[in-house]
């Protein structure tokens, strides 16, 4: 039986995925979840718990690629949806616009962010969300932290690939960082 993946349009199977990524950027979304109180100040910044390929547990913005022929908008809210839950309920505006560009490199060095898979380029989103946040797919564990948690040294170093760089760049972004 065929991989699921390899039909669905906009998905290629992991035989051509693995032959773009050799030979071009790939498009991604990374979203930091935020919760917001009354007068729309960041009172919370969610991070997943993952396990990654090699069995190290590290902390994790909410990420994916974009699919072709797919809104950003779009990939924003499947990927939020697929490790946050259903009811996350993320309120993205109507026009999207990323606090950063981050773009990894499989090179370490090039960038502050690295993937070893690949070249990719990823719009960075500070994603409000308001509703009952409970991760799924691969993800172990949501944990919420105060801007001031979340803009510790210990805790961005158990951030992988860079995202402890970008997670910083999200609470400057919203006036988090002093």
Request: net charge negative; proline share 10%; glycine share 8%.
């Amino acid at each position: 039986m065929a991989d699921m993946t390899e039909t669905t349009p906009g998905w290629l199977s992991p035989d051509d995925l693995e032959l773009t990524r050799a030979r071009m950027p790939i498009l991604y979304v990374d979203a930091v979840p935020v919760r917001v109180d009354d007068s729309g100040e960041v009172t919370h910044i969610g991070l997943l718990l993952r396990i990654g390929p090699d069995g190290s547990v590290s902390r994790a913005l909410v990420s994916g690629r974009v699919l072709h022929h797919e809104r950003v908008r779009e990939a924003l809210v499947r990927h939020l949806e697929k490790d946050l839950g259903p009811m996350a309920l993320p309120r993205i505006p109507v026009s999207p616009q990323p606090f950063t560009i981050a773009e990894y490199f499989p090179t370490q060095g090039v960038t502050p962010f690295h993937d070893p898979r690949q070249h990719s380029v990823s719009l960075a989103y500070v994603v409000p969300v308001a509703g009952d946040c409970h991760p799924r797919q691969d993800a172990l564990d949501l944990v919420w932290f105060t801007p001031q948690e979340a803009s510790s040294p210990q805790l961005q170093q158990e951030m992988q690939g860079g995202q402890g760089v970008l997670l910083r760049q999200a609470l400057a972004h919203v006036g988090c960082l002093s």
